[in-house]
Every structure is written in C-alpha cells, then in structure tokens.
C-alpha cells in the first residue's frame, strides 16, 4: 500500500483566537493531501482526468476525529493512503500528527466520476482506473 | 427543540476549478452556523464563557456527506439544531439545502470544556451548563 | 454615483491568535463587494460576460489601509463603488466601519478583459460596456 | 540585506472557478512569508515579543499588483525582504515568481507595538528592537 507523508507548518492565518487550528482547516490539508497522495505515487491529476475522461473524484464523505490542537509554528506530519477500494469509490484515511503524537485522524470518501451521458454538466459514477489501484495499492482484481 | 436557519450566500471565492464549493468551506460554515445557533436562542458565548468559567465547547469530531454541489450566487439555506445531548457533550447537526433541496448534511460534536486543574492550559470536560440545555432544547434531566 | 452597502458579521474562523480579523480576509470581502456591488446596480456578472463576450474583471492591484482592528461577533459596514473609471480599467473604492468609525479603506483596479484574438488562453483589455459605466454612475463620455 | 526565498505550491483549494489563485490568498502567503522571513533570520516572533514587550507587528497598509495569474499545481518562488525601516515601522517587499517570472509584487507595512501605558488593550508605536534591524539588514543606526 503506498503511504504519502509530507510535514506541513502551521501558519498564524490556520489559528483562531483561541490560539489553535480552526478545524476547517484540517479537511483544506486533506484535499491537497490527497492530491499529493497520487502526484506522489506517480500519478498526475489533470493527465489521469484527460486519458480516461474523468470528471474528477469528488467527494462523498468526509469525517474527522480530534484528538489533541496544534498551534502556529508546530510542524505537523501528514500521512494519507487509500484504505478502502470500492467498484467506483475509494476512502482516503488522512492522519496527522506532531512529534509522533496523533492529533488528527479523518477520511474522505471519493468516487470516480464521468460527465453523465445524458445531460454532461451531471457526473455519473464510473469504475477506477486500474492504474490508480495498481499505483496506490490494494487491487487484488 | 431550537432550529436556526439562516441564509448564506455562496462566494467567488468559496469555489474551487470546478466552479462548485471547496468543501472545507462547508466546515467553515457548520462552525458560525454552531455560533448563530447560540446566539439566536439567547445565548452569548463569552458571557456563557465567563459566568461558567468554561474554556469553550472544542470539537471531538465533525463530519458530512455530499449529495449534490453549490456553485457561486447560490443561495443556501442553513439549518443547526442540538441533535443529542450527552452529560458533557452535544452533536450539533447541520443541513444546507437549495431550494428544499439537501446538498450537505453533517455534524460536530462538542465537549463542554474547563481549565484543567492541574494545568490550566490543558482542558478537562465538564457538565453542559443547564441553560445551554434549556434553550437549545430536550433536555429532560 | 452608485454605492453599495451590506453588513457583514466577523466569524471567530476569521480571526487570528490575537483575536482580531486575519487581514487577508479584508481582501475577500472586498472581492465579494465588488460582486455585490455589480448586483445590487441591477449587473449580473454571468450575463454581462456572455453578453458581452468578456472573461471577467481581472485584477490589476490591491491595496488596503488599516487605522483599527475588528473581532469576532463585531458587524462592520461595508461600502463599494467605483471611484474611478478608465477606458478599459475601473478601481473600486471599498470601506469597512464599525459603528460608524472607519477601520479599514482599500481598493481593487480591475480590467475588462477579452479573450486574445491569438491565443483564447490569454486575455486582452477591451473597453468597459456602457451598461456598466451607465448603472454604475459617473461615466461622462 | 537579508532575503528569504521559499517554494510554495498551489494547491486546488487556493484556485477559484476561473481557475486561478483566488488573490486574497497571495496576501495569506504575504502574511507568512513575512513569519518565514523573521525564522530564517533567526528571529523567533513569540521570544521577540516576550523579551522586548510587544505586542506585535500590526499591519498599517498592504498592496500588490499582480502581472500575470498562478494555477493549480504551479510552483511559485517567494521572496521577502525588508525593503524600508522607519523608527516604528518598516516595510517587506513580496515576489512571487513562477519559473523566474514576476507574478506579483506587494509589501506590507507593519508597525512595531506595544500594549498602550493608558489601556492595555490598546496599541502604542514603539522603536524597533535593534536586533531585528541587524538581522534584517540595512540598518545604519
């Protein structure tokens, strides 16, 4: 299964007046997660949406559980995989943590969408690419 | 049971690409639609703060789930009620429909939060105040 | 001279750890002055783009100045209008108060922009419809 | 002169639906460039204002003009540097680059704080700590 870890830094702007992360935050640091999560495992957004005429993964769910806060200037540890491979879906579990502590765990709940052939501004549900279970792991098909 | 609904309207800038709502922005929006909630029955949370000693209501977990997308000018209706009450704890649930129609529906749960006694900078829960109970609703203790 | 006013109410996600509004969120209101603005004159955005085959108004500069701070449940006056117009520029003039008391003052100079007769990915500055000078007030050509 | 270079990515959440970076957010990496810039000159902000009583570095004025648009996935470049000191106050120049191109330029002028003899809640000007003009250059004092 392929693991992508990036640290990020908390800025002054993520922090609210109580002096930690305003929690949106944490699910913005998911998105990107997940797109550094496939650029890293060798698979380009844009080139993986053009070549099988995707619309994109959009999400269906995402969940976070808090643990611990962090606050500005702290260096957090981000790691994200896929957990779970649906026909047509995919959970990403999102993981943050500081000095080895968890402070952060989420998921997000995406599914591999085509423009509708009836009416292409709709997305209809279509089968992941094979290369994205190859490359992100798991694909026992 | 109290139900605050308010209006907001869906900015330029809450969009992504695709043309619809980056979707940690809809956290943004369950957090102030949590703090209106409050306000509206008659509760300020400073004063709430100050006259119970509380170190405020930090998140424990916060989640939704996307049926259908908003894109800029649209109007959203937004709904925030108390949907369960533990001892020290509450869920606070939000739906945002466009015209009658369910996009996003999440929740956040919430612990009523205390200086710890030990290190007033760490937290340590706390019963929920009974007013906060009272004008939020179903409370039956 | 046409001038729009709305209130917009300071949200704890908006503020920093010193408690006062993180200012590149100035900036964000007065991008969505400068949509209100348009809207409340009667212009909408889609319409004149397509009617008139633009890409919108980018942004040539952004500027603010800051004489007080605002925080969290604060309700600040904001006010738009356009206080200068080229042939193919015009500069909004935005204001921030509170109470009455001016705490921020800024402007955004935007361009009307065509798509460019060689490349469609690049834009061109094309002179401003008279609708807009017209609802907008000031136009003396 | 003392100049911080860093690399910063832009991520999909940063892009609006013209599929550019939405602009406040050059002035959020303004904003933390000038935080970077401090770090890598060795100046640690919380132990500056604990050791020299301030409350900060409140920002008086913020501009930038923007010369061409940054997307999704783009690499920028970001330089800051002080680039005027007044007594109190001082100014930092922003680049951001892409590929050795100019994007945009701003500055912000900040000024060095001290909590109000009269009112602590209230800010007073005060000269800027030597230390900081040394390590941030061109100081001739």
């Given at each position: 299964m392929f693991i992508s870890r990036r640290r990020i830094r908390v800025e002054w702007g993520d922090c609210d007046p109580a002096g930690i992360v305003f929690y949106p935050n944490y699910f913005r640091w998911f998105d990107s997660g997940t797109a550094v999560l496939f650029e890293e495992a060798g698979l380009s957004l844009p080139q993986l949406y053009r070549e099988h005429g995707l619309k994109g993964f959009p999400l269906l769910e995402a969940k976070a559980s808090f643990s611990g806060s962090s606050a500005f200037g702290d260096d957090l540890e981000c790691e994200a995989l896929v957990a779970e491979w649906g026909a047509k879906t995919f959970s990403v579990r999102h993981r943050m943590l500081r000095g080895g502590t968890l402070l952060v765990e989420g998921s997000e709940l995406r599914i591999c969408a085509i423009p509708?052939?009836?009416?292409?501004?709709r997305i209809k549900a279509a089968p992941i690419p094979a290369v994205v279970k190859e490359r992100l792991g798991g694909a026992k098909e």
């Open positions: 509708h052939p009836d009416d292409p501004q």
